[in-house]
């Protein structure tokens, strides 16, 4: 069966991430670089808003009548006008500096009202029915404050099933052969022209890209695949910074069960997965922290699709697929198992075997 391309949706879907992260990228150098108090959320608070304004700006002008699960509402941009003026004053003059590409995004948005509309435009409930994207405008909140990783995320679902997906990684290097370091949590800011595109289409596999170069041509990107591991004890783990997100005391055990030396490489946001799916890394365990938390729909979506058509195989900790056809969370899901498709199993059963031992 010859699956559809979703070129224009994929092309969307790129431009719509790269000038969502041009916001991003001049509210950490303007607001948050140098922040004397790191307890201030208010540089990333200005980032999340003007970001998912003009990734809703760009989906409505090309695909109206499609659904739009984002993480953010405007409930505080209405009730605090210094903080709505701000990000207009972000988001007016934000543009991709080729004028085929802004114009296909349907250019500038028309003032601060219509951003703050454009914003609520995000509250789908999701479902398993339609065309629905899903949005995180800054994914990795923390990791954008220290400096880090995080990234800009859209995914486009179509009946529960994630088709397109685009991930920019402001502060991953572009060069898809760097191995993860244990520094690359913190302090890896884009001065020295980093930046990654991650993207992928269903059934048409996965490809990297510079973040900063924005252009109409589909070509450009690179394919990207997982790094094929026969040896595990050779395996590369990647978890969350926050031990509040995923356990890191259940990933050691884990690890050690399967003979893996190398210490994890701790990093926040989908950043994780975009890293497997290229070989810098091998496996992005995130365990169940507490009985009630929800998965995001926001936090997966893109990820997941990058990661398998790398080659990977992605499942909750019980070995499902993850089911991003049941609204706003992933409620049928426990947590994310990542990995070569040749080792998934292995790796699952590790995981099973560690959490059951905790019963
Ligand atoms: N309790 C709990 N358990 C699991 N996950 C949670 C929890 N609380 C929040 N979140 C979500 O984690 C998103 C960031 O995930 P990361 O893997 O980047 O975590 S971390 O930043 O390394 O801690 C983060 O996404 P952003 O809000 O976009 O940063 C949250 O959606
Ligand atoms: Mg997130
Ligand atoms: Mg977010
Ligand atoms: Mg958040």
Not at 72 to 97: C, I, P, Y
Not at 244 to 249: E, K, L
Not at 283 to 291: D, E, G, K, T
Request: net charge negative; aromatic share 4%; glycine share 10%.
């Amino acid at each position: 069966m010859r699956r559809d391309k979703y070129e224009k949706e994929l092309l969307v879907a790129q431009l719509a991430v790269q000038r969502a992260a041009i916001l991003t990228k001049r509210v950490f150098h303007e607001k948050a670089k140098g922040t004397v108090d790191k307890n201030d959320k208010s540089p990333v608070t200005i980032g999340d808003f003007g970001a998912q304004a003009l990734i809703i700006a760009a989906l409505q002008h090309n695909f109206p009548d499609d659904a739009i699960v984002a993480e953010e509402e405007s409930a505080k941009l209405r009730e605090d006008e210094k903080l709505r003026s701000t990000v207009w004053e972000l988001v007016k003059d934000t543009r991709l500096d080729n004028p085929d590409a802004e114009a296909l995004l349907g250019g500038p948005i028309r003032d601060a009202d219509a951003m703050v509309e454009l914003i609520d435009k995000g509250n789908s409930p999701g479902g398993a029915h339609g065309r629905i994207w899903a949005i995180d405008p800054i994914d990795g909140t923390k990791g954008f404050l220290r400096g880090g990783q995080y990234a800009v995320c859209l995914a486009l679902m179509v009946d529960g099933d994630v088709k397109v997906g685009a991930l920019g990684c402001p502060n991953l290097p572009v060069d898809d052969a760097a191995r993860l370091t244990a520094g690359i949590g913190e302090n890896q800011t884009d001065d020295d022209g980093h930046g990654v595109l991650f993207s992928a289409v269903l059934g048409h596999g996965a490809t990297s890209r510079p973040l900063a170069t924005v252009s109409l041509d589909p070509e450009l990107g690179k394919p990207i695949s997982m790094r094929a591991i026969d040896d595990l004890t050779q395996a590369n783990f990647c978890e969350s910074v926050e031990a509040g997100h995923s356990s890191h005391g259940d990933q050691a055990a884990i690890s050690h069960r399967l003979g893996i030396t190398a210490p994890s490489v701790r990093m926040d946001s989908q950043a994780k997965y975009g890293s497997i799916a290229r070989g810098a890394g091998d496996i992005y365990l995130r365990l169940p922290v507490s009985a009630t938390y929800q998965e995001k729909i926001w936090d997966h979506a893109a990820g997941d699709l990058i990661v398998r058509e790398a080659g990977g195989q992605v499942t909750d900790v019980n070995g499902k697929r993850l089911d991003f056809s049941v609204g706003r969370t992933l409620a049928n899901n426990k947590g994310v198992v990542a990995a070569p498709l040749a080792v998934h199993a292995k790796v699952l059963e590790a995981v099973q075997e560690v959490l059951s031992s905790k019963l």
